[in-house]
């Protein structure tokens, strides 16, 4: 088979991608190693910025999630039994945040791709990628039904996550890795309780870092900062709303919180990770693909879309006019935000968890956050990074 484009990978970057080129008239196929199910229900992150509900709205492709997805424009912070709010949307140009798991995201490009007749195959195994510094790359896989086959491109858009096959493809050498190991890791908790706040809080406890998010009427998310090694089997449903009563604790407050059914429960990789260039031959590395950020600042979802939009522009450009002037500066674009991204969320991990071993850095984050609560200029600063220019 032959196609413009072979997109390995059905997340966020991956569907969005396939559905802005199609949209520009490229021909691409996606190929997905989990079955549409799977994707559909997986739960993942759940922030999307303004910026990228105004990307998608533009390709008509925001219509569910802006009639469904809850507005939120400002964060609470605690500490040391105090609270304060930060209204982020009115430092910041009324810029909003968009609660929107990231699986009904799924749902809605997949249901999008495919009503403009896109060609999705999932539950394919064995992808592999060849000729990539050809003109004319191919991919192979196997089908759902066992059947080996292939695709030769034009361009391979690898958009399979951090795991996938694709950056593995680049010869050794070739690509720069930097990586940081932040020495925490988070319980992440999602639990059948109403959320007993309407503003996402993050607590900063000398116990560590505990954070209340929000996900529908009926479910919220809670993270609870845990030492590294933590297996999720080592914290019982008891100890968990133990530690949330504790960490988010007020003083001369009849907050509550409220509890529910734990209903998932998993330590989470707090790795930072980004390849340098973004790219090899005619593959191009999108979101987790590519770059691996902490969830504090919820800037994930939104890198990996900001990486397809800017691929599809270059793409649309080579397709319209033979230009390669996007695809030449595809990396350099997307990084110059992902290391934005990178440096805001290394600044929160900072200001919001309490290195159980060097008490030091718990007093610098206590500071971080009474400047924060007391600057206008501080806050405005936040305000920026946090919903995004
Ligand atoms: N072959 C085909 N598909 C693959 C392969 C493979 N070898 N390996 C992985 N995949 C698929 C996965 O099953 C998944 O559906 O690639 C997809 C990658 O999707 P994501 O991991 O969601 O990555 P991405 O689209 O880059 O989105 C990044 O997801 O959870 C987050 O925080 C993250 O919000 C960020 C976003």
Same mark, same amino acid.
């Not at 297996?231 to 409220?258: C, G, I, M, P, Y």
């Given at each position: ?70 507005? &939120? ?199 930072? &990770? ?78 919001? &968890? ?36």
């Amino acid at each position: 088979m032959k196609r413009a484009v072979a997109v390995i990978g059905a997340g966020p970057a991956g569907l969005t991608l396939a559905n802005l080129i199609q949209q520009s008239g490229i021909d691409c196929v996606v190929l997905e190693r989990g079955s549409r199910t799977h994707v559909e229900t997986r739960p993942r992150a759940g922030v999307l910025e303004h910026r990228s509900v105004t990307m998608l709205e533009s390709h008509g492709l925001a219509d569910r999630l802006l009639m469904e997805a809850d507005r &939120h424009g400002t964060c609470e912070f605690r500490v040391n039994g105090q609270a304060f709010q930060v209204a982020y949307s009115d430092l910041y140009d009324d810029r909003l945040h968009y609660v929107y798991p990231q699986q009904e995201v799924v749902k809605d490009l997949i249901a999008a791709f495919l009503d403009a007749g896109g060609d999705i195959r999932f539950s394919v195994s064995d992808v592999e990628l060849r000729d990539l510094t050809s003109s004319h790359p191919t991919v192979d896989w196997t089908s759902a039904d066992g059947v080996r086959e292939a695709v030769t491109a034009d361009f391979v858009a690898g958009c399979d996550g951090f795991h996938g096959v694709s950056r593995p493809s680049i010869p050794e050498g070739v690509l720069t890795e930097f990586t940081h190991q932040h020495g925490i890791e988070w319980l992440a908790i999602l639990a059948e309780a109403p959320p007993s706040t309407k503003a996402i809080i993050y607590a900063l406890h000398a116990d560590g870092f505990a954070g209340h998010m929000l996900r529908s009427p009926t479910v919220s998310r809670f993270y609870l900062q845990v030492p590294v090694g933590t297996k999720a089997s080592d914290w019982s449903d008891e100890q968990v709303w133990e530690a949330l009563h504790k960490r988010f604790a007020l003083h001369d407050s009849n907050w509550a919180l409220t509890e529910g059914k734990i209903i998932e429960k998993r330590v989470l990789d707090m790795r930072s &990770h980004v390849v340098e260039p973004m790219s090899y031959g005619r593959l191009y590395l999108l979101g987790d693909a590519a770059h691996i950020i902490t969830p504090v600042g919820a800037k994930g979802m939104n890198l990996a879309m900001n990486d397809a939009a800017t691929l599809s522009r270059a793409l649309t450009e080579f397709y319209a006019t033979g230009s390669e002037t996007g695809l030449k500066t595809y990396s350099d674009d997307c990084l110059r935000r992902v290391w934005r991204a990178q440096e805001f969320s290394q600044w929160m991990v900072n200001m919001i &968890h309490t290195d159980v071993s060097s008490p030091f850095f718990g007093r610098l984050a206590q500071a971080r956050l009474e400047h924060l609560a007391e600057s206008p200029a501080y806050r405005a600063t936040f305000a920026e990074n946090y919903v995004g220019p």
